[in-house]
């Protein structure tokens, strides 16, 4: 017998495709991976899904309405805020109500609870519950309402910089970090004063939302992200001195 040869993926897709093994989904020969979809937010707007991961608009999180929560066993407590999936109705196994070749992106954006939707997203089922624009993309309206899907892990290819909004108060900083392009999710932050030698790492507060307790009023900010991938950016002063709470500030970099 020769020797056992991985054969090279990125190593957001390995650890997610051992995740997903050891989470109890098989996994497909071309890559896909089974789970079961339904909706939610009918009677919302499509861009008030943000949730759990704490965004408070998703158009103005650069993800538009194609967006799902996600079960306990994918969100990883909030590690997936941000990730991409594509995601395809399975036709054979629910002709009556999946489309036909028919697929949709979606952005985690949300978390899905346990003993929610009949119990799908409880562990350690993979279950998205999605915007009702994007569920209507791969599936009928009907009476059912869950259908089972085939999804995997794509790049997230986003319009313009990384954004960082920031929240908070006096020297406690809290910022919103979106628009992520890439692997989507970001594993590690740190922050950087004008007046700072060096860079502070910063702690998950929720979501996407990332905080320090050091005060950098009347500074210039940078930020250094570490995606799940191991991709690191660096964003040198893309906050003013002049900031205050609330705004949002664009970069001029993205994660590709």
Avoid at 13 to 22: D, N, P
Avoid at 98 to 109: K, N, P
Avoid at 128 to 138: E, Q, V, Y
Avoid at 145 to 168: A, D, N, S, W
Wanted: aromatic share 14%; glycine share 10%; hydrophobic share 40%.
């Amino acid at each position: 017998m020769g020797p056992f040869i991985i054969p090279f993926v990125k190593v957001w897709q390995l650890f997610f495709i051992v995740a997903t093994i050891f989470g109890g989904v098989n996994a497909q020969v071309n890559g896909w991976f089974n789970a079961h979809a339904t909706f939610y937010g009918a009677d919302q707007s499509p861009f008030s899904l943000g949730g759990a991961c704490g965004y408070d608009n998703t158009l103005h999180a650069g993800f538009g309405a194609n967006t799902a929560a996600l079960s306990g066993a994918l969100f990883r407590d909030g590690e997936a805020c941000g990730a991409c999936y594509q995601l395809r109705c399975d036709y054979p196994a629910d002709p009556k109500w999946c489309l036909r070749r028919a697929g949709v992106t979606i952005t985690a954006t949300n978390f899905c609870p346990s003993n929610n939707n009949g119990g799908w997203c409880n562990p350690p089922h993979h279950h998205f519950d999605m915007s009702l624009p994007a569920f209507l993309r791969i599936a009928r309206h009907g009476d059912e309402g869950i259908v089972p899907v085939l999804y995997r892990r794509v790049p997230c290819k986003r319009r313009g910089g990384v954004r960082f909004t920031l929240k908070g108060q006096s020297s406690f900083n809290m910022v919103m970090i979106t628009n992520v392009g890439g692997s989507g999710n970001v594993k590690a932050a740190w922050i950087r004063g004008s007046r700072t030698r060096t860079w502070l790492p910063m702690n998950r507060n929720w979501g996407a939302n990332w905080q320090s307790s050091i005060d950098l009023r009347n500074q210039r900010m940078s930020f250094k992200l570490t995606l799940v991938d191991g991709k690191t950016l660096e964003f040198l002063n893309v906050v003013p001195s002049t900031w205050k709470f609330g705004q949002t500030f664009a970069s001029t970099r993205q994660f590709f």
